[in-house]
């Protein structure tokens, strides 16, 4: 029999020496980040507390969770802006990606392909969702303070030639958000 998410959450926080992340609040939690300038290679998360919402939902601390926040990645996501705004978006319509997933300067995930038509998952407007990498039973996790990123590369479905995009990434699972459980 397997870990649950949060067994393994735990398990892997307690061999980092994060004791007290066991008094955290559990949770879903998705991230995500967007590049809405045309190119080639992207690269999310890494300067995202520069960026706005909706172009980002990370927030002033970046590309890393605070003190006793974390996140099991189970769902790798991705999805194409509209426009300059990020407002509006559409699944990869015939594009694939194939991308890196980095967490403090290890590429724990290397050159994996995220299809057009893959799993159907967040970002969906009724017609077309984002395509989305399964990682459930298995889960990364990006623990606190520690940097994460993922380098994307565009290509077409069917051709496999590179191509350039708008582009934005999600990651989505299990999380552990700051609780304060005594009196401050």
Same mark, same amino acid.
């Given at each position: 029999?397997g870990m649950s998410a949060?067994q393994?959450m %735990?398990?892997v926080a307690d061999?980092?020496?994060?004791t007290?992340?066991k008094d955290m609040?559990?949770t879903?939690?998705?991230v995500y980040?967007?590049?809405t300038?045309?190119?080639?290679?992207?690269?999310?998360?890494k300067g995202a507390s520069?960026r706005a919402?909706?172009?980002?939902?990370v927030?002033?601390?970046? /590309?890393?969770f605070q003190?006793?926040?974390a996140l099991?990645?189970?769902?790798?996501?991705f999805? %194409?802006p509209?426009a300059?705004?990020?407002i509006s978006?559409q699944?990869?319509a015939?594009?694939?990606v194939?991308?890196?997933?980095?967490i403090? /300067?290890?590429?724990v995930?290397k050159?994996v392909?995220?299809?057009?038509?893959?799993?159907?998952?967040?970002?969906?407007?009724?017609t077309?969702g984002?395509?989305v990498?399964d990682?459930e039973?298995?889960g990364?996790?990006i623990?606190?303070?520690?940097?994460y990123?993922v380098?994307a590369?565009?290509?077409?479905?069917?051709?496999?030639?590179?191509?350039?995009?708008? %582009?934005?990434c999600?990651?989505?699972?299990?999380?552990?958000l700051? /609780?304060?459980?005594?009196?401050?």
């Open positions: 029999m949060q393994k %735990l398990h061999r980092l020496g994060l007290t992340l609040q559990g879903t939690r998705m980040d967007s590049n300038t045309v190119s080639a290679t992207h690269t999310f998360f520069q919402f909706p172009l980002t939902n927030g002033a601390n970046g /590309n890393q003190v006793d926040e099991l990645v189970e769902k790798i996501g999805f %194409l509209l300059a705004d990020g978006y699944g990869l015939g594009a694939s194939k991308f890196d997933l980095v403090g /300067n290890k590429t995930i050159d392909t995220c299809e057009f038509g893959g799993e159907q998952a967040f970002y969906n407007d009724g077309v984002s395509a990498i990682l039973g298995v990364i996790l623990p606190p303070q520690v940097e990123y380098i590369k565009t290509c077409n479905t069917a051709t496999r030639v590179a191509t350039t995009e708008r %582009l934005g999600y990651l989505f699972g299990t999380g552990a700051l /609780n304060f459980n005594t009196t401050i």
